[in-house]
């Protein structure tokens, strides 16, 4: 059985502007594999990842964010 490997990352993200954005960019993010809890504020500008280092990583991240018409910093 393999260990899970759980990292913590927070990324910036441009272009969020209201609730809607938010829940875009959690839904996005949430469904990527090995994704275990998001955390997305406005406020902030950021989302606070946890996932699992051996099967996604922040790249994987930034690139669903992009693709979700936002920009990762």
Partial sequence: MEVETI???TIKVEGMSCGHCVM???KAIEGLE???KVDV???N???VVEFDEGI???VKI???VKETGY???
């Fill in 56 to 58: 996604t990583d922040v």
């Fill in 24 to 26: 875009r960019v959690k």
């Fill in 7 to 9: 990292t913590q990352e």
């Fill in 45 to 47: 500008k950021q989302a």
């Fill in 62 to 64: 930034k690139a669903v």
């Fill in 41 to 43: 504020s406005l406020e």
């Fill in 71 to 73: 920009e990762p910093v």
């Fill in 34 to 36: 090995g994704v275990k």
